[in-house]
């Protein structure tokens, strides 16, 4: 089945810096990776996604690259802000309905 | 984005009785949505596929008489968390992907505290 790893566990980052969070997964069979942000006591959500036939995806301050050949993919986020702290998930997961397989998470604090 | 609704947020019950968390999405139809469980500082593991109309597919380890999933209609799921125990208190999530993007949302999730 598919593994999904994610570093750095932890990330600080001072306002206005970027921050980047890595993924690698194993099945190449995998189409749809998302990227979630949660906040303590809140369900995730969903903040960017890309698609294998893509490679790179951006929204505002947000961008998410992939590399099929590789089996990697990561989160950047430019001019980070305090209200970017929180923990970040990756997932893969193929077409259809598949369930996600998460990352670890990484947990984002952005010091003032 | 499409919009999951879970119900309820927090739930404190006894130890032995059940309790029900709803799962709903809004603005979409959904034939399969998922459940979670996740650990205070631990990412999601996946506890069942809810599939409407029909029987629901257990991950390994997880009981599925202690976790009963019912989907009977394409906008709502629930999971029951029978004879409740302390070690079942945690977090519980519920995710659908949204058919026509194919985008896997979530719910709000629910903070079970048995006592």
């Known amino acids: 089945g598919e593994n999904v790893e994610q570093h750095p566990s932890t990330l600080s980052v001072q306002e206005g810096d970027s921050a980047v969070i890595k993924c690698t997964y194993s099945d190449s069979a995998s189409n749809y990776f998302p990227w979630y942000k949660q906040e303590l006591g809140k369900g995730p959500q969903l903040i960017i996604d890309i698609r294998s036939n893509v490679g790179e995806k951006k929204d505002q301050r947000i961008a998410v690259t992939l590399n099929k050949t590789a089996k990697h993919f990561s989160l950047h986020i430019t001019e980070t802000q305090p209200e970017d702290s929180a923990v970040y998930f990756c997932?893969?997961?193929?077409?259809?309905?598949?369930?996600?397989?998460f990352g670890k998470g990484t947990r984002l604090s952005v010091i003032a | 984005g499409a919009v999951v609704s879970q119900h309820p947020s927090r739930v404190i019950c006894k130890s032995g009785t059940s309790v029900k968390i709803e799962c709903r999405s809004l603005?979409?139809?959904?034939?399969?949505m998922f459940w979670y469980r996740q650990f205070p500082k631990k990412s999601l593991m996946l506890m069942a596929t809810?599939?409407?109309?029909?029987?629901?597919?257990?991950e390994q380890g997880v009981e599925k008489d202690k976790f009963l999933i019912n989907h009977a209609s394409l906008t709502l799921s629930t999971l029951t968390v029978t004879s409740a125990h302390p070690e079942d208190s945690s977090f519980y999530i519920c995710s659908a992907r949204d058919p026509a993007g194919m985008g896997a949302f979530f719910g709000q999730g629910t903070r079970l505290t048995v006592v």
């Open positions: 809810s599939n409407e109309g029909s029987k629901a597919t257990y």
């Open positions: 997932a893969a997961s193929g077409s259809g309905n598949t369930p996600l397989v």
């Open positions: 603005d979409f139809q959904a034939t399969t």
